[in-house]
């Protein structure tokens, strides 16, 4: 396998090379290498990994807003206050600890 590289980030990965001009360049690898991959020193460098969000994280971005409750609750309406309990315990079953 080679690897195309430009300004030192894999730009292609192939079989076979073929010609190209500067500033682009062929360097052999293994199939384990992606176009993530970045290219320095004579070595492959791999992406970095994003860190797994939290449960609290992952709720936080799910749980209906508060301007819903605040809004049933001067309203008296207990419908929709029952709604959002309901809404948060269906996040926090989706995500648990």
Same mark, same amino acid.
């Given at each position: 396998?080679?690897?195309?590289?430009?300004?030192?980030?894999?730009?292609?990965?192939? @079989?076979?090379?073929?010609?190209?001009?500067?500033?682009?360049?062929? &360097?052999?690898? *293994?199939? +384990?290498?992606?176009?993530?991959?970045?290219?320095?020193?004579?070595?492959?460098?791999?992406?970095?990994?994003?860190?797994?969000?939290?449960?609290?994280?992952?709720?936080?971005? @799910?749980?209906?807003?508060?301007?819903?409750?605040?809004?049933?609750? &001067?309203?008296? *309406?207990? +419908?929709?206050?029952?709604?959002?309990?309901?809404?948060?315990?269906?996040?926090?079953?989706?995500?648990?600890?």
């Amino acid at each position: 396998m080679k690897a195309l590289i430009l300004n030192n980030k894999v730009i292609e990965i192939q @079989e076979n090379e073929f010609e190209v001009a500067p500033p682009l360049k062929w &360097v052999e690898c *293994d199939n +384990t290498i992606t176009v993530e991959h970045t290219y320095s020193n004579n070595n492959f460098i791999s992406p970095p990994t994003v860190p797994e969000l939290t449960y609290q994280e992952k709720r936080r971005s @799910e749980y209906p807003s508060m301007e819903d409750y605040l809004d049933a609750i &001067v309203k008296g *309406d207990d +419908t929709q206050k029952q709604k959002y309990i309901d809404d948060c315990k269906a996040v926090k079953e989706k995500y648990p600890k």
